[in-house]
């Protein structure tokens, strides 16, 4: 059975966290300079776990790989990635996008080349905001949420360069000319 709050606003939590979505700090592949999906994709591993029953916000990096695998296999060709970014990545970097929290083992270590082994040994899990946590819990706020990333975090990147590609040939056409 599902919990709603009534006196939750929905649509600005929605919203909000759309906007920080929209905004969140994405790296792009060195060679095509294409944008990297690997955190919109976790954050869809997050949504399809809540989607399957998750009921507690902790999240263990063993827990999500193979949510993440299946669910970046999914987005690779929609988004024209060149490969498959592991987990440890988006993982410790989303934590600068606001609403990702890494509970540490001890104090908080930073670096700038997570790996496996390193998070598993210096964290504990992460969770998500509790409003985040409130509005995924809700089916239609969930559903919308998921809709949102794909179609502005991984799709729109194929449509960004595809549109690039045709500025690029024009270009050229133009500097031939």
């Given at each position: ?83 498959l970014t592991p987990l440890h990545y988006p993982y410790y970097f989303l934590k600068s996008d606001k609403f990702w929290h890494l509970v540490w083992t001890n104090a908080e270590v930073k670096t700038e080349s997570p790996s496996r082994v390193w998070l598993e040994r210096n964290t504990k899990y992460a969770n998500i ?49």
């Open positions: 059975m599902t919990t709603y709050l009534r006196f939750f606003d929905y649509n600005k939590a929605f919203d909000y966290y759309c906007e920080l979505i929209d905004k969140m700090n994405q790296c792009t592949n060195r060679k095509s300079h294409i944008r990297i999906i690997a955190k919109p994709v976790l954050i869809l591993s997050i949504i399809k776990l809540i989607e399957n029953g998750k009921s507690v916000n902790q999240f263990t990096y063993e827990e999500i790989v193979p949510t993440y695998k299946g669910v970046f296999g999914e987005c690779f060709m929609k988004a024209h990635q060149e490969n905001d509790k409003e985040l946590w409130i509005l995924l819990s809700h089916p239609t706020y969930r559903e919308k949420l998921k809709n949102y990333i794909i179609e502005e975090k991984v799709l729109k990147v194929f449509k960004e360069e595809k549109n690039k590609g045709g500025f690029k040939a024009l270009l050229q056409l133009l500097m031939v000319i």
